[in-house]
């Protein structure tokens, strides 16, 4: 049985070679030693460039005016003259209080200045008779001297009684609580009938002004220097100075806005400098205690490369690479220096030159030395591509 088995195993392996020897000629055959096509790939191609370097700080909306409403006189409120959160001017009424008390006081200081002006009147006829009876050595001079100290305070009297007539009449006028602040009034604090006094507390209503408004963000005295200067550690030149803003929701503010203000101190703390920002506000858009985001600018990086993101991957070592298409079409790799993102990309500032294609999709098919047809990548289909061949640049 041995040996009939082992017969049996060397007739079926002596099959399996022939049939195999016949394959492999075949193969060959039908290869005829040919290459293989070249592979279409996405490419974008680069231009050296000028790129401001901005930061992203934290910072909140400040009103750039605030007005809390007070009465000056007190009083029981007896109407409301303003639609809470509209829009008010500066001198428009707001409040009025019950002003019976204070007209009547007007009315008790106008007849003090008119007894104040009888009482001079007859002091100046006093003084002027003993100023003729002297000369006809009727009187003495101590009887003139004594009318004309009466003139005189008769004079001071009218004074003091005009006075109280103005202050009066002021106390009147504020019976008319009116708004010192051009902007947004916000929800009444008080209503008809309450009882208020001068100078209180607590404040009727809250004027803001929005257009414009401050956005006051907080930066490291260090990176305010470099600002100022216009230049970082890079040799960054002088940078555009305007500020971007993006709101709570993500999306950007139409409107740029500039730095105002600096405080001069700095937290021994936290080491950071408070900044005040200014941002037009037309459409009421912006709100006082808003939470938003600033793009500062820090300075100008010349002469760099904007790198699609998706065009970028890295080595078994870790370093950036890109895959560049030279002008006969063969894929070369290049060492990357990278100084940071900017948005979707990233800014190179060696390893690539002004009009080099770098392959953006298609990398998987690809390799250094492959000869490749450059396609070159749509403006309008920029943002699609991209999305799709990120995963290709990080397996590679």
């Known amino acids: 049985m041995v040996p009939a088995r082992a017969a049996s195993l060397v007739s079926l392996t002596l099959a399996i070679a022939l049939s195999c020897a016949g394959i492999r000629p075949a193969l060959a055959q039908q290869s005829g030693g040919e290459a293989p096509p070249p592979m279409p790939v996405t490419v974008v191609t680069l231009h050296s460039q000028d790129v401001t370097l901005t930061s992203t700080l934290p910072g909140r909306v400040v009103a750039s005016g605030v007005a809390e409403v007070r009465p000056q006189v007190s009083g029981i409120i007896n109407e409301r003259l ?59 001079e101590q009887d003139v001297d004594s009318a004309t100290a009466a003139r005189d305070a008769a004079a001071a009297g009218l004074k003091v009684a005009e006075a109280q007539l103005l202050s009066s009449r002021i106390d009147l006028d504020r019976t008319t609580i009116r708004a010192q602040l051009t902007g947004k009034v916000g929800r009444s604090l008080t209503t008809q009938g309450a009882l208020v006094t001068a100078g209180q507390a607590e404040p009727l209503a809250v004027i803001r002004a929005l257009d414009p408004v401050y956005v006051d963000v907080t930066q490291s005295a260090a990176e305010l220097i470099r600002w100022r200067r216009g230049h970082t550690d890079l040799e960054l030149g ?46 009421g858009l912006l709100l006082p205690g808003m939470y938003v985001q600033v793009e500062m600018p820090q300075g100008l990086l010349q002469n760099v490369i904007l790198v699609p993101q998706e065009g970028v991957s890295r080595d078994n070592r870790g370093r950036p690479i890109a895959m560049v298409v030279n002008a006969d079409n063969v894929v070369e790799s290049r060492e990357l220096t990278i100084v940071r993102d900017h948005g979707t990309d990233w800014i190179v500032s060696d390893g690539l030159a002004d009009g080099d294609r770098v392959i953006v999709a298609g990398l998987q098919k690809t390799a250094p030395g492959a000869t490749v047809v450059p396609e070159e990548r749509a403006e309008a289909a920029d943002a699609a591509p991209a999305e799709g061949a990120a995963p290709d640049a990080a397996q590679n």
């Open 238 to 283: 002088g940078a555009d100075r305007t500020v971007a803003l993006t709101l709570a929701d993500g999306e950007g503010y139409e409107q740029t806005g500039e730095l105002t203000a600096a405080e001069p101190h700095v937290d021994e703390l936290t080491g950071v400098v408070l900044l005040r920002l200014e941002f037009p506000n037309p459409e």
């Open 82 to 140: 303003f639609a809470e959160g509209g829009d008010v001017s500066m001198g428009d009424a707001l409040y009025r209080i019950d002003s019976a008390t204070y007209e009547a006081q007007v009315a008790s200081a106008e007849a003090s200045v008119a007894q104040s002006q009888a009482t001079l009147r007859a002091a100046e006829k006093e003084a002027t008779r003993m100023e003729t009876l002297l000369r006809r050595k009727v009187v003495s």
